[in-house]
């Protein structure tokens, strides 16, 4: 039997889910408090993982990234910036090559290492990005979650309903179509959902349905060998309740705003900040406790030979 294995993956960007905002300050709280909060829970059961950082939050605060490649992490790229009128499905094609190209030089020469993985922010992604990622040097991308609905609760969620029909198990995609398997260069390496997220903030507000998330998973890991790909994010373990909180709008469509913005945003600040870390901490001895190995998505892809 093959192992079975865990790829925990991590976004690093200044979003503070406090105030549903872009924040320099939330980017200092994640260098000083949630990064350290997390690799010592990574150094604690001998996990490697791979790190999403925006070219952002890497310009901004450069030992964010230095500080995770002594635990023989990867560094990846989570593009430019994560602002909404950036997302990768309004890009135009040259701009998407434009942001990819200027990310994984600056990670490069902050970490001294190659960046050959991408996740967009927010997961947005058009079918030509499989493209613009082959064409500026990427070899793998984890953008995808297959079989995962997020209605109107996330940005982009009209060109996210394409996710429902992506495959569920790791896969090269076409040159010109990132949601479907053909025979590129890119490997797509699809985050784990059950319609539902399978990620740090379902893990915070539904901690028992993630749980029977884990089963299923689970089973269908025995069953296909498909690996668990999750996705936290180290803001994720910041506590900024201490400043008063106000919500910024950033849909002027009205459904969006009640829904992604205000609906969203109330929901995502449960169990947020250190009472994120003993949840965390469940969800990653239910992997110990049945044998996984954990690995980045540049070994797992290396190793697989997809």
Same mark, same amino acid.
């Given at each position: 039997?093959?192992?079975?294995?865990?790829?925990?993956?991590?976004?690093?960007?200044?979003?503070?889910?406090?105030?549903?905002?872009?924040?320099?300050?939330?980017?200092?709280?994640?260098?000083?408090?949630?990064?350290?909060?997390?690799?010592?829970?990574?150094?604690?059961?001998?996990?490697?993982?791979?790190?999403?950082?925006?070219?952002?939050?890497?310009?901004?605060?450069?030992?964010?990234?230095?500080?995770?490649?002594?635990?023989?992490?990867?560094?990846?790229?989570?593009?430019?910036?994560?602002?909404?009128?950036?997302?990768?499905?309004?890009?135009?094609?040259?701009?998407?090559?434009?942001?990819?190209?200027?990310?994984?030089?600056?990670?490069?020469?902050?970490?001294?290492?190659?960046?050959?993985?991408?996740?967009?922010?927010?997961?947005?992604?058009?079918?030509?990005?499989?493209?613009?990622?082959?064409?500026?040097?990427?070899?793998?991308?984890?953008?995808?979650?297959?079989?995962?609905?997020?209605?109107?609760?996330?940005?982009?969620?009209?060109?996210?309903?394409?996710?429902?029909?992506?495959?569920?198990?790791?896969?090269?995609?076409?040159?010109?179509?990132?949601?479907?398997?053909?025979?590129?260069?890119?490997?797509?390496?699809?985050?784990?959902?059950? =319609?539902?997220?399978?990620?740090?903030?379902?893990?915070?507000? =539904?901690?028992?349905?993630?749980?029977?998330?884990?089963?299923? =998973?689970?089973?269908?890991?025995?069953?296909?060998?498909?690996?668990?790909?999750?996705?936290?994010?180290?803001?994720?373990?910041?506590?900024?309740?201490?400043?008063?909180?106000?919500?910024?709008?950033?849909?002027?469509?009205?459904?969006?705003?009640?829904?992604?913005?205000?609906?969203?945003?109330? =929901?995502?600040?449960?169990?947020?900040?250190?009472?994120?870390?003993?949840?965390?901490?469940?969800?990653?001895?239910?992997?110990?406790?049945?044998?996984?190995?954990?690995?980045?998505?540049?070994?797992?892809?290396?190793?697989?030979?997809?």
């Amino acid at each position: 039997m093959k192992d079975k294995l865990a790829l925990l993956t991590n976004d690093v960007e200044t979003t503070s889910i406090w105030f549903n905002d872009l924040r320099d300050q939330t980017g200092e709280k994640v260098l000083k408090e949630g990064m350290p909060a997390l690799l010592d829970l990574y150094r604690k059961y001998g996990i490697r993982s791979t790190f999403f950082f925006t070219a952002y939050i890497a310009r901004l605060y450069p030992e964010v990234v230095r500080m995770i490649t002594n635990d023989g992490h990867e560094v990846g790229s989570h593009g430019k910036s994560h602002t909404k009128e950036k997302g990768f499905d309004v890009l135009t094609f040259a701009k998407q090559k434009e942001h990819l190209d200027y990310s994984k030089k600056l990670l490069e020469d902050i970490s001294g290492s190659e960046v050959v993985s991408f996740r967009s922010p927010a997961l947005r992604v058009a079918p030509l990005t499989a493209r613009a990622l082959i064409e500026t040097g990427f070899l793998y991308d984890s953008s995808i979650a297959s079989q995962r609905f997020d209605f109107f609760l996330s940005f982009g969620g009209r060109q996210k309903l394409s996710f429902l029909g992506a495959p569920r198990l790791p896969y090269r995609t076409q040159k010109n179509n990132i949601y479907a398997r053909g025979e590129s260069k890119l490997v797509e390496v699809p985050l784990s959902a059950t =319609l539902l997220p399978f990620a740090g903030t379902t893990m915070r507000m =539904l901690p028992k349905l993630t749980g029977l998330q884990q089963k299923f =998973l689970n089973l269908e890991t025995r069953l296909t060998g498909k690996p668990v790909v999750f996705v936290i994010h180290p803001n994720e373990f910041i506590d900024e309740s201490l400043e008063p909180r106000t919500i910024k709008r950033r849909s002027q469509n009205p459904v969006a705003y009640v829904l992604s913005d205000q609906l969203r945003a109330r =929901l995502k600040v449960r169990n947020l900040g250190p009472r994120a870390l003993p949840l965390y901490e469940k969800l990653i001895s239910f992997y110990v406790n049945k044998c996984y190995k954990f690995s980045t998505i540049r070994d797992y892809v290396e190793a697989s030979g997809i």
